[in-house]
């Protein structure tokens, strides 16, 4: 890959870290990243790999901009309500980095399209609302050999790991989806926007390292934090020989789509 | 007496519990919400009562998140 003068420009801030130089940029702007969900997640998700030149940000939702979105999906402007999410997103990234081509997908992931969609992608972003999604995406991925960043807020909390293959998945930390109003849903419990931001950077930094190969990926731990108090915690966890899932006996061998009641709160 | 951490805080308990009479004491009310880990391994749901909280352990609820787009 040959950067034009401009691009060197652009990325001078990478290209002058050690750790990343010429070549990282390079794993970057080749690289190939898919964000599940335009929301208040993959905003912030999506911008930052944008900025940094990821070659190719696929973006799948199948849901319209809303108002009460605007306090934390920071992708999506004022004009934008009633828009697809996708193509809100799509234009945000084109007018932040013409080098990025961006493919949209205004649907909903599902057990039908999971695999065909992901074959195409170095690293996933689990950007979505609701469980029975973030485990389709953990089975998806691992049975695709594919690594993914997991993220979870509620309230003023957040949570993350990055699943690599052969270490610890979703199902392993999680057998199953919680039955439906067993987890408050955001429509009962609300999230403070930033907390978004906050995790959503989680996830884009980690991104960028796998690109690039860059330091100790959120493998194998689990991060939380509590925006009250500030406290980060790293909790060790590990692959689980009954994962059902990427055990040593797995009885989930293909993709289910869990139903659970939406938690998007909609104005009709 | 048993001097406990849960996730990441030391507790002092009067005697050992199982972990499903911790998870009572922590107003767990639906297990279903939380993995737990004892001193870094998982404790399968089949085990909560038989499963001895001693002193000196360290106890993790990781609970369920699931936000994200909203
Ligand atoms: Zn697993």
Same mark, same amino acid.
């Given at each position: 890959m040959e950067f034009t003068e401009e691009q060197i420009l652009r990325y001078s801030r990478h290209i002058l870290l050690q750790d990343v130089g010429v070549e990282g940029q390079e794993r970057i702007s080749s690289g190939k990243v898919l964000v599940i969900g335009a929301g208040g997640l993959g905003a912030p998700v999506a911008l930052y790999l944008a900025a940094a030149g990821v070659g190719t940000i696929g973006i799948i939702d199948g849901d319209v901009v809303d108002l009460s979105n605007l306090q934390r999906q @920071? @992708?999506?402007?004022?004009?934008?309500?009633?828009?697809p999410k996708v193509l809100s997103a799509k234009e945000k990234i084109n007018l932040l980095n013409p080098d990025v081509k961006v493919i949209t997908y205004q649907t909903l992931f599902t057990s039908e399209n999971a695999l065909e969609i992901i074959k195409d992608y170095d690293f996933i972003v689990d950007g979505t609302d609701n469980f029975p999604v973030k485990f389709l995406i953990n089975d998806a991925c691992v049975m695709a050999g594919k690594a993914f960043s997991h993220g979870g807020i509620l309230r003023f909390d957040g949570q993350t790991f990055t699943h690599t293959p052969g270490n610890a998945c979703y199902r392993c930390l999680f057998n199953a989806p919680p039955p439906p109003n067993a987890v408050p849903t955001c429509s009962q419990a609300g999230v403070l926007g930033a907390i978004a931001g906050m995790l959503g950077t989680i996830q884009a930094a980690e991104t960028l390292k796998y690109l690039t190969g860059v330091g100790d990926l959120l493998t194998n731990r689990l991060l939380s934090f509590n925006a009250k108090t500030m406290n980060f915690r790293t909790v060790n966890i590990h692959r689980s020989e009954k994962c059902p899932v990427c055990g040593a006996h797995p009885t989930v061998t293909e993709l289910v789509d869990y139903e659970q009641a939406t938690c998007e709160i909609k104005r009709h | 007496m048993a001097t406990i951490t849960i996730n990441g805080e030391t507790k002092e308990l009067a005697k050992s519990l199982t972990v499903a009479e911790l998870l009572v004491k922590n107003d767990?009310?639906?297990?279903?919400?939380v993995s737990v880990q004892l001193n870094g391994e998982f404790v399968y749901k089949e085990n909560y009562k038989t499963t001895e909280v001693k002193d000196g352990d360290e106890v993790d609820f990781l609970y369920f998140m699931g936000g994200g787009s909203f």
């Open positions: @920071i @992708i999506h402007f004022t004009p934008d309500v009633d828009s | 767990v009310s639906q297990p279903d919400m």
